[in-house]
């Protein structure tokens, strides 16, 4: 009980961390005011933009006031829309996270038995492609990628529609372009802990004993990939809200990382800052259920050991 | 030969916090003494606490409580300079006791600048000479020496520093029987050279009594015995220190078992 | 956030047990990658030097040229943009920046990252509990967010956009050399040099510095091409350098509008991104294999 309390009380230290970061880098840096207004604007139109966005102020006094405000789920008003920013943050938020789910989902039922299939058949024809795929799928641009899958399959070819979420084939494209890296990654990683527990030993107790093969390999040794792959999708969840901004910008898709790419713009920055929170929320949310779930999924941690 | 202490320890004490469990004793009000020149063997099985009271004796492990005087001064919590030089210490593992990642001759270099006026009285050549390499190892990286030249190595960088004490943790148990013997002989012509006192741990029995003038038998954190080693190896008081000479084959023991089994 | 691999980041906690010297056939390939990414960065230096037309010369009546093998010209081979530039000119202009910004902002992000991780693994207590809680608020702050919300606010010059992919980078040196660290600590000839009064600051900068070096540098290998993507989506959306100074991401943005009628604008940007990210990940690999035994997936 004590370990959960621990892993909470970490996760709400990093969100205050996280949080204070975003508040000091999006103020510290320059006036907000400058950069919504133009460098010619008068002194006048200066001091009104800094008293709306309350820059005026001492540093310490914004700080509590957003703290303030934060506790109580306040993110501030858009300065484009003027409306409250956790409103409009939440309308686009189901829209992202379709996304994500789907391009984690895409990720890992793919994934998974890719890697398993080429830890199986190191070095065969098979091995070798998978590897030379995922590596290419992190090295290539996410919104260029979309940018080609629009190009051949929605324009030239007509097969699927080119943006927007009207329907459900529009979903289907953005959440494939998305699950690129994590789909390389997922693969490599499973590949390689999986070759790990397959040159253990005990495959060969597990052949002695007279299982097949087939079956050793998809319930043994699954089992132990699946405490590696459960980081990596930890750490994939703040990837994702990360390439989505740019796969959302490419297919219009309505989400939180199109929003962002508006506000920015739109220079609304109260609305950018609104956002920044919203995705570290996320991230520090899914790392602490993973960190949570490592002691359900493997049981030699279960007894708390120093 | 016994007359000025080199080392001197009282009510040494050790105790290792654990997370979740009760707090280890490793060692547990033991008195220790060094004597110029003496070479004093710390004899028990693994677990018996003899690496941590080795270490703590170095200034290099904690020590939860008790006195500890190195020629005379009671180092503080930070060993420094002189104090630091004075106790050095020669590992079970010699080639991981240097640096994967530095070519000998350039360890050398770095203890001389770390101690200018303490290490000026040899070159490395002449010290390398002094215990048995070639200076052409001094161009080498650790992985390229077997296990008895790294060990030489090591006594070479400490005996570098002048120290009256030197602490041999395990130095001979990851070599094989020929190696040992030359690190021995080593070992007794440096204290015959420079009176250089010597703590040795270990748990073989032979190389104990090979080199050891008096001995001490640590089991569970404490001495149960204690005294000149030839007596205490032919004479054992305490039981433990009869259950460990006893388990020890003999030669002749072991020449009676091969009668039996011709 | 860059593109490394889940596998370093995961199982980079724990270090080799012994330093192993590089097989021949991993050397070679070290050396099948290194010399092609050290041409390119040799081009991409020069590249002001070269005999190519001024990428920012707008040619209009020139505009929308297809490349060489698609009806165009060798006067442009690669063709031309929507205001007539030359695109293999803006190509290898897009390229000197691209290498900057990467190899600069993996220096920035690791002067401090590993100096953050060598003092937090080696001194431990309450020093190492601040900097793991700052590595992971950082690793928290989603990567593009936090970079899109100090560009908005500080404004986009070379010098910003470097800092801020420090930021992005840095944290994961800190992890990675902080696990080494900590694991090297213990090891006897960290000991050794404690008993021989080598001061605490050399142990670390020189020695566990030396001996953290392989993973350093395997992990700066792949955060150069994370940085080039980093680097070429914040222009995509606008954020990137000011012409005209030439990003590819800026290029690809550009040529968006134009993907029916003339789709090499927006296609090429993306193929050299992707090919050099592509070599530096390759480079990155065929290090680690060399020098870290244990990664081996074979």
Same mark, same amino acid.
């Given at each position: 009980?004590?370990?959960?309390?621990?892993?909470?009380?970490?996760?709400?230290?990093?969100?205050?961390?996280?949080?204070?970061?975003?508040?000091?880098?999006?103020?510290?840096?320059?006036?907000?005011?400058?950069?919504?207004?133009?460098?010619?604007?008068?002194?006048?139109?200066?001091?009104?933009?800094? $008293?709306?966005?309350?820059?005026?102020?001492?540093?310490? /006094?914004?700080?509590?006031?957003?703290?303030? $405000?934060?506790?109580?789920?306040?993110?501030?008003?858009?300065?484009?829309? $003027?409306?409250?920013?956790?409103?409009?943050?939440?309308?686009?938020?189901?829209?992202?996270?379709?996304?994500?789910?789907?391009?984690?989902?895409?990720?890992?039922?793919?994934?998974?038995?890719?890697?398993?299939?080429?830890?199986?058949?190191?070095?065969?024809?098979?091995?070798?492609?998978?590897? /030379?795929?995922?590596?290419?799928?992190?090295?290539?641009?996410?919104?260029?990628?979309?940018?080609?899958?629009?190009?051949?399959?929605?324009?030239?070819?007509?097969?699927?529609?080119?943006?927007?979420?009207?329907?459900?084939?529009?979903?289907?494209?953005?959440?494939?372009?998305?699950?690129?890296?994590?789909?390389?990654?997922?693969?490599?990683?499973?590949?390689?802990?999986?070759?790990?527990?397959?040159?253990?030993?005990?495959?060969?107790?597990?052949?002695?004993?007279?299982?097949?093969?087939?079956?050793?390999?998809?319930?043994?040794?699954?089992?132990?990939?699946?405490?590696?792959?459960?980081?990596?999708?930890?750490?994939?969840?703040?990837?994702?809200?990360?390439?989505?901004?740019?796969?959302?910008?490419?297919?219009?898709?309505?989400?939180?990382?199109?929003?962002?790419?508006?506000?920015?713009?739109?220079?609304?920055?109260?609305?950018?800052?609104?956002?920044?929170?919203?995705?570290?929320?996320?991230?520090? /949310?899914?790392?602490?259920?993973?960190?949570?779930?490592?002691?359900?999924?493997?049981?030699?941690?279960?007894?708390?050991?120093? | 030969?016994?007359?000025?202490?080199?080392?001197?320890?009282?009510?040494?004490?050790?105790?290792?916090?654990?997370?979740?469990?009760?707090?280890?004793?490793?060692?547990?009000?033991?008195?220790?003494?060094?004597?110029?020149?003496?070479?004093?063997?710390?004899?028990?099985?693994?677990?018996?606490?003899?690496?941590?009271?080795?270490?703590?004796?170095?200034?290099?492990?904690?020590?939860?409580?008790?006195?500890?005087?190195?020629?005379?001064?009671?180092?503080?919590?930070?060993?420094?300079? %002189?104090?630091? =030089? =004075?106790?050095?210490?020669?590992?079970?593992?010699?080639?991981?006791?240097?640096?994967?990642?530095?070519?000998?001759?350039?360890?050398?270099?770095?203890?001389?600048?770390?101690?200018?006026?303490?290490?000026?009285?040899?070159? %490395?050549?002449?010290?390398?000479?002094?215990?048995?390499?070639?200076?052409?190892?001094?161009?080498?990286?650790?992985?390229?020496?077997?296990?008895?030249?790294?060990?030489?190595?090591?006594?070479?960088?400490?005996?570098?520093?002048?120290?009256?004490?030197?602490? =041999?943790?395990?130095?001979?148990?990851?070599?094989?029987?020929?190696?040992?013997?030359?690190?021995?002989?080593?070992?007794?012509?440096?204290?015959?050279?420079?009176?250089?006192?010597?703590?040795?741990?270990?748990?073989?029995?032979?190389?104990?009594?090979?080199?050891? %003038?008096?001995?001490?038998?640590?089991?569970?954190?404490?001495?149960?015995?204690?005294?000149?080693?030839?007596?205490?190896?032919?004479?054992?008081?305490?039981?433990?220190?009869?259950?460990?000479?006893?388990?020890?084959?003999?030669?002749?023991?072991?020449?009676?078992?091969?009668?039996?089994?011709? | 956030?860059?593109?490394?691999?889940?596998?370093?980041?995961?199982?980079?906690?724990?270090?080799?047990?012994?330093?192993? &010297?590089?097989?021949?056939?991993?050397?070679?390939?070290?050396?099948?990658?290194?010399?092609?990414?050290?041409?390119?960065?040799?081009?991409?230096?020069?590249?002001?030097? @070269?005999?190519?037309?001024?990428?920012?010369?707008?040619?209009?009546?020139?505009?929308? @040229?297809?490349?060489?093998?698609?009806?165009?010209?060798?006067?442009?081979?690669?063709?031309?943009?929507?205001?007539?530039?030359?695109?293999?000119?803006?190509?290898?202009?897009?390229?000197?920046?691209?290498?900057?910004?990467?190899?600069?902002?993996?220096?920035?992000?690791?002067?401090?990252?590993?100096?953050?991780?060598?003092?937090?693994?080696?001194?431990?207590?309450?020093?190492?509990?601040?900097?793991?809680?700052?590595?992971?608020?950082?690793?928290?702050?989603?990567?593009?967010?936090?970079?899109?919300?100090?560009?908005?606010?500080?404004?986009?010059?070379?010098?910003?956009?470097?800092?801020? @992919?420090?930021?992005?980078?840095?944290?994961?040196?800190?992890?990675?050399?902080?696990?080494?660290?900590?694991?090297?600590?213990?090891?006897?000839?960290?000991?050794?040099?404690?008993?021989?009064?080598?001061?605490?600051?050399?142990?670390?900068?020189?020695?566990?510095?030396?001996?953290?070096?392989?993973?350093?540098?395997?992990?700066?290998?792949?955060?150069?091409?994370?940085?080039?993507?980093?680097?070429?989506?914040?222009?995509?959306?606008?954020?990137?350098?000011?012409?005209?100074?030439?990003?590819?991401?800026?290029?690809? &943005?550009?040529?968006?509008?134009?993907?029916?009628?003339?789709?090499?604008?927006?296609?090429?940007?993306?193929?050299?991104?992707?090919?050099?990210?592509?070599?530096?990940?390759?480079?990155?690999?065929?290090?680690?294999?060399?020098?870290?035994?244990?990664?081996?997936?074979?």
């Amino acid at each position: 009980m004590s370990r959960a309390a621990a892993h909470i009380g970490r996760a709400l230290a990093t969100l205050w961390l996280a949080v204070t970061a975003a508040f000091l880098l999006t103020r510290v840096s320059g006036d907000p005011a400058v950069r919504i207004a133009g460098e010619l604007a008068t002194d006048d139109i200066l001091d009104g933009i800094r $008293h709306q966005l309350g820059t005026d102020r001492p540093l310490i /006094v914004q700080y509590f006031d957003y703290l303030w $405000h934060l506790i109580r789920f306040d993110l501030g008003k858009s300065l484009t829309y $003027h409306t409250d920013n956790l409103e409009l943050i939440g309308s686009r938020l189901p829209a992202s996270l379709a996304l994500a789910v789907g391009a984690m989902a895409v990720a890992i039922v793919v994934g998974v038995p890719l890697g398993v299939i080429s830890a199986a058949r190191v070095g065969s024809l098979i091995d070798r492609v998978v590897s /030379v795929i995922s590596l290419i799928g992190q090295s290539v641009p996410l919104f260029w990628v979309g940018l080609m899958a629009i190009m051949f399959l929605a324009v030239r070819w007509g097969m699927l529609p080119a943006g927007g979420n009207e329907s459900l084939t529009a979903y289907i494209l953005p959440t494939l372009t998305l699950a690129t890296i994590p789909l390389a990654q997922i693969t490599r990683l499973t590949r390689s802990s999986m070759g790990e527990a397959l040159s253990g030993g005990f495959i060969s107790a597990g052949l002695a004993r007279g299982l097949s093969r087939t079956r050793m390999i998809w319930n043994h040794a699954l089992r132990h990939t699946a405490l590696p792959v459960l980081t990596v999708i930890a750490l994939q969840a703040g990837m994702l809200l990360s390439g989505s901004v740019t796969v959302e910008v490419v297919y219009s898709w309505p989400g939180m990382g199109r929003l962002i790419a508006s506000a920015v713009e739109l220079r609304d920055f109260t609305l950018v800052q609104g956002l920044v929170v919203v995705a570290a929320l996320v991230f520090v /949310v899914a790392n602490l259920a993973v960190d949570l779930l490592y002691p359900v999924i493997d049981p030699r941690l279960r007894r708390s050991r120093s | 030969m016994v007359d000025a202490p080199v080392l001197v320890g009282e009510h040494l004490t050790i105790v290792h916090a654990r997370r979740g469990r009760e707090p280890l004793v490793a060692v547990n009000d033991v008195a220790l003494d060094v004597g110029r020149g003496e070479i004093v063997g710390i004899i028990g099985e693994s677990g018996s606490g003899k690496t941590s009271l080795s270490m703590a004796v170095a200034g290099i492990g904690p020590l939860t409580s008790g006195t500890l005087r190195i020629a005379g001064t009671t180092p503080g919590t930070i060993w420094k300079g %002189d104090e630091r =030089a =004075a106790v050095q210490v020669i590992f079970q593992d010699p080639v991981g006791s240097l640096d994967p990642r530095q070519r000998i001759g350039r360890g050398l270099h770095e203890l001389r600048r770390v101690h200018p006026r303490r290490t000026s009285w040899i070159t %490395d050549e002449a010290l390398f000479e002094r215990v048995g390499l070639s200076s052409q190892l001094l161009q080498r990286y650790p992985q390229q020496l077997s296990g008895g030249q790294a060990q030489r190595i090591a006594i070479a960088r400490a005996i570098l520093l002048r120290p009256t004490l030197l602490v =041999a943790d395990e130095p001979t148990s990851a070599l094989d029987v020929r190696v040992q013997a030359q690190i021995i002989v080593l070992l007794r012509e440096l204290r015959e050279a420079n009176d250089l006192a010597i703590l040795f741990v270990s748990h073989d029995f032979g190389v104990v009594r090979a080199l050891c %003038d008096r001995v001490n038998v640590m089991y569970q954190g404490r001495f149960v015995e204690t005294g000149p080693t030839g007596e205490v190896f032919d004479n054992p008081q305490h039981e433990y220190t009869r259950r460990l000479v006893a388990a020890v084959p003999s030669r002749a023991g072991i020449a009676r078992r091969r009668e039996e089994v011709a | 956030m860059s593109a490394i691999p889940a596998d370093v980041a995961v199982a980079g906690a724990a270090p080799a047990t012994r330093p192993v &010297a590089p097989r021949r056939r991993d050397r070679r390939s070290i050396l099948v990658f290194g010399i092609p990414l050290g041409v390119l960065i040799l081009v991409s230096l020069v590249a002001s030097w @070269l005999p190519l037309p001024d990428p920012n010369r707008q040619m209009l009546r020139d505009s929308k @040229l297809p490349p060489l093998l698609f009806g165009g010209s060798w006067d442009h081979p690669l063709g031309t943009d929507l205001l007539g530039r030359d695109m293999l000119s803006r190509l290898v202009h897009g390229g000197q920046l691209a290498l900057i910004l990467g190899i600069g902002g993996t220096l920035a992000g690791l002067l401090p990252g590993v100096t953050l991780g060598l003092i937090g693994g080696y001194r431990r207590g309450w020093v190492d509990a601040a900097i793991s809680r700052v590595v992971e608020a950082q690793l928290a702050l989603p990567g593009i967010m936090l970079a899109i919300a100090i560009l908005v606010s500080s404004g986009r010059s070379v010098t910003v956009i470097i800092v801020v @992919l420090s930021l992005l980078s840095w944290a994961q040196y800190a992890r990675i050399v902080r696990a080494e660290t900590i694991a090297l600590r213990d090891r006897t000839f960290v000991l050794a040099l404690r008993a021989a009064g080598v001061p605490t600051r050399r142990i670390i900068f020189r020695h566990l510095l030396a001996n953290t070096a392989g993973s350093i540098s395997v992990l700066a290998a792949l955060q150069v091409g994370g940085m080039i993507l980093i680097e070429s989506s914040l222009s995509f959306l606008g954020l990137g350098v000011v012409a005209p100074d030439i990003s590819w991401g800026a290029m690809l &943005a550009g040529g968006r509008d134009q993907i029916t009628q003339a789709w090499w604008i927006a296609t090429l940007p993306g193929v050299a991104i992707s090919l050099v990210v592509l070599l530096t990940n390759l480079f990155a690999d065929a290090l680690r294999r060399a020098y870290d035994p244990r990664q081996r997936t074979y």
